[in-house]
């Protein structure tokens, strides 16, 4: 998600700009491009940062389909840049589940949004762009200040992914309990990552975020009470998925809560345009705290701290149902064995959320799910604990 009309493509060599210019999901709105050929707009953006670093596009040509780019550099390489099509975000979020659905469903009726494909495959993403842009735009966030949140790992690594772009150090703040491939994926990044004790939860790490801001005058996100966050949703996230379901029936949306950013902007923003539609807040049992029990920890890393946040909006969720962690974990493993879905304990939760929703459901009805996020930031985690790093071979002997 990259602001490409202020890009400086001086920064990065050409093979690196043209991939970050690929990678952005916001391409065909910052070009301001037509509908019908929404990618051709965003390649004449990357023409003109290619030519501010004395490269030359000898050559283009356009299709409905792709953009072929011939340039030659300072040294008078020549390449061959292809730009493909991406289709517009709504267009590659959602899916069908086919045979995990419930067998008395049909399968069309049980969709996923899949916020994996998002630049750093989660849907933090769009919260990470929302909350710097926001900044940036009203002058609270200053030229190469250093940018600190605290984090379950996916807004970290969102952050990171914005910040390097933008020109901003980033300090993410987490818990030791979540996973390792979190810190490491921030660190490659650029990100400096402090640690602060599992015992003192998702508080202990959003006060340390907060103690180093002021020592250090860094600017702090605070992705928990930014009304950027679900603004930010309630613009794109529910906008998209009224968009794709336009003129066709959606009965239940289902989304968990971490800040609750998603659940409260894009909930507010589909709930205002279709009154009868159904939103689903789903949570841990045992945290469950909308549903007004205790917080206890649990596996399912990002959702519900122990605290509300002040972004999420309490009125929006029409039921909340709980889940547990393993459960949550079984069905993330079966969405990948038997949909090729890979996505971590989140997207499990979220659809063992929906599997309930539609075991009570009227027939017929149409469920949409949110999965946060990909499953390899889990490798470390009790999801993978039960796979195999080793050989087949008692398998391969069995034949």
Not at 336 to 362: C, H, M, P, R, Y
Request: hydrophobic fraction near 45%.
């Amino acid at each position: 998600m990259l602001n490409l009309n202020s890009f400086d493509a001086s920064r990065y060599p050409l093979w690196l700009m043209v991939g970050l210019l690929m990678a952005s999901s916001q391409l065909a709105s910052a070009a301001q491009a037509s509908i019908d050929r929404p990618f051709i707009g965003a390649a004449d953006i990357v023409v003109r940062a290619l030519e501010s670093s004395a490269i030359t596009i000898k050559e283009r040509a356009d299709t409905d389909r792709f953009v072929i780019l011939y340039a030659e550099g300072e040294a008078q390489q020549s390449v061959a840049i292809t730009l493909f099509a991406l289709p517009q975000q709504s267009d590659r979020m959602t899916v069908t589940v086919n045979s995990a659905s419930p067998a008395d469903q049909h399968f069309d009726h049980q969709l996923l949004q899949v916020e994996a494909f998002n630049p750093l495959s989660s849907v933090k993403d769009r919260l990470a762009y929302a909350v710097i842009k926001d900044a940036l735009d009203k002058g609270t966030l200053a030229p190469g200040q250093t940018v600190i949140e605290a984090t379950s790992g996916n807004t970290g690594i969102a952050l990171a992914m914005v910040c390097a772009v933008m020109g901003h150090p980033f300090v993410a703040t987490m818990a030791e309990s979540f996973s390792v491939e979190r810190r490491k994926i921030m660190r490659a990044l650029g990100a400096k990552v402090i640690l602060t004790p599992a015992a003192e939860r998702g508080s202990g790490m959003v006060k340390r975020a907060e103690e180093l801001a002021a020592k250090h005058n860094w600017f702090l996100t605070r992705q928990f009470e930014n009304p950027a966050n679900p603004a930010y949703h309630a613009n794109t996230t529910g906008p998209e998925i009224l968009r794709d379901f336009a003129g066709e029936r959606l009965d239940y949306w289902v989304s968990g809560w971490g800040t609750g950013g998603t659940l409260s902007g894009a909930g507010r923003v589909m709930k205002a345009a279709r009154p009868d539609l159904k939103v689903v807040a789903t949570e841990p049992e045992q945290a469950a705290l909308l549903s007004g029990g205790d917080w206890s920890p649990h596996k399912i890393q990002g959702w519900t701290p122990d605290f509300i946040p002040s972004v999420l909006d309490r009125e929006v969720a029409d039921m909340i149902v709980t889940i547990n962690d393993e459960e949550s974990m079984a069905n993330a493993l079966k969405i990948a064995q038997q949909e090729g879905i890979f996505t971590g304990i989140s997207g499990g939760a979220t659809l063992t959320a929906a599997l309930k929703v539609a075991d009570q459901a009227e027939a017929g009805s149409v469920i949409l799910a949110m999965l946060p996020d990909t499953a390899e930031r889990y490798m470390s985690t009790p999801l993978f604990a039960d796979i195999n790093e080793g050989s087949d071979d008692e398998w391969l002997d069995s034949l």
